[in-house]
């Protein structure tokens, strides 16, 4: 019948079904944390300095939430499994480097969230989300 994933925030659910494998996370797009750091520690290994010119709020938040939507997908570990990940925005893809696990990604922003979908296989497919919030 499908497969099913779920993520949550404080005032928010997402919930994805497709028939193919799929992980999924949100996220609040005014999430209050300290961007850099972040990266450093969880994302950039080498040359960390270079990498903060550029790096956004909005950009890592992005890459955070597609990261976890793929280890969702895999049924991993947040702790254990978040450095193995490697993030490309173009193309879409999350590789695990130790698994040579191959995703791509879809984002999606919607009112104060942002949604990472991750699958196997390139699909076109328009993904019905259900989100709750006492906000609307």
Same mark, same amino acid.
């Given at each position: 019948?499908?497969?099913?994933?779920?993520?949550?925030?404080?005032?928010?659910?997402?919930?994805?079904?497709?028939?193919?494998?799929?992980?999924?996370?949100?996220?609040?797009?005014?999430?209050?944390? &300290?961007?850099?750091?972040?990266?450093?520690?969880?994302?950039?290994?080498?040359?960390?300095?270079?990498?903060?010119?550029?790096?956004?709020?909005?950009?890592?938040? &992005?890459?955070?939430?597609?990261?976890?939507?793929?280890?969702?997908?895999?049924?991993?570990?947040?702790?254990?499994?978040?450095?193995?990940?490697?993030?490309?925005?173009?193309?879409?893809?999350?590789?695990?480097?130790?698994?040579?696990?191959?995703?791509?990604?879809?984002?999606?922003?919607?009112?104060?969230?942002?949604?990472?979908?991750?699958?196997?296989?390139?699909?076109?497919?328009?993904?019905?989300?259900?989100?709750?919030?006492?906000?609307?």
């Amino acid at each position: 019948m499908g497969n099913i994933s779920l993520s949550h925030c404080k005032d928010a659910i997402a919930i994805v079904w497709h028939k193919s494998k799929i992980g999924i996370d949100i996220e609040r797009t005014d999430r209050d944390f &300290n961007h850099i750091k972040f990266a450093e520690k969880y994302f950039f290994h080498t040359n960390k300095s270079n990498h903060n010119n550029y790096l956004t709020k909005n950009m890592i938040l &992005n890459q955070w939430c597609a990261v976890e939507a793929a280890i969702k997908w895999d049924h991993g570990k947040l702790a254990k499994d978040i450095n193995p990940w490697q993030f490309f925005e173009k193309p879409k893809e999350l590789i695990h480097k130790k698994k040579n696990i191959h995703l791509h990604y879809s984002q999606i922003n919607f009112h104060n969230w942002t949604i990472a979908l991750a699958y196997e296989q390139k699909i076109s497919f328009n993904p019905e989300i259900i989100c709750c919030s006492n906000n609307f």
